[in-house]
């Protein structure tokens, strides 16, 4: 069982920068795919970063590429997304995901487990 808990979430202006934390649990935590989802009012959760097991391979949507940077610290069980250049559209309720499998799956029925979540609102 893993439990993940996020935190940095807040409100920016159009152009700043935030960087979230997903503290984990659990002996396994350097084992699993992470990464982050975000959902907005009336919308699908939607696949936002993800980094394998070792930190070595990542990929993003296309949304937040060259923006957002996903990585890890598997000593510190905490995977982390540095945001910059952020705008109105980033503005969701972002979710750490994680799982089992050497690959996160950008659907999110396909993770293992799931944080509370943190927001995130960005002021134009």
């Known amino acids: 069982q893993v439990q993940l808990v996020e935190s940095g979430g807040g409100l920016v202006q159009a152009g700043g920068s935030l960087r979230l934390s997903c503290a984990a649990s659990?002996?396994?935590?350097?084992?699993?795919?992470m990464g982050w989802f975000r959902q907005a009012p009336g919308k699908e959760r939607e696949f936002v970063a993800a980094?394998?097991?070792?930190?070595?391979?990542?990929r993003y949507a296309d949304s937040v590429k060259g923006r957002f940077t996903i990585s890890r610290d598997n000593a510190g069980n905490t995977v982390y997304l540095q945001m910059n250049s952020l705008t109105p559209d980033d503005t969701s309720l972002y979710y750490c995901?994680?799982?089992?499998?050497?690959?996160?799956?950008?659907?999110?029925?396909?993770?293992?487990?799931w944080g509370q979540g943190t927001q995130v609102t960005v002021s134009s």
């Open positions: 995901a994680a799982s089992i499998t050497s690959i996160l799956s950008n659907d999110p029925v396909g993770n293992d487990y």
């Open positions: 659990g002996r396994t935590f350097s084992s699993y795919a």
């Open positions: 980094i394998n097991w070792g930190g070595l391979s990542t």
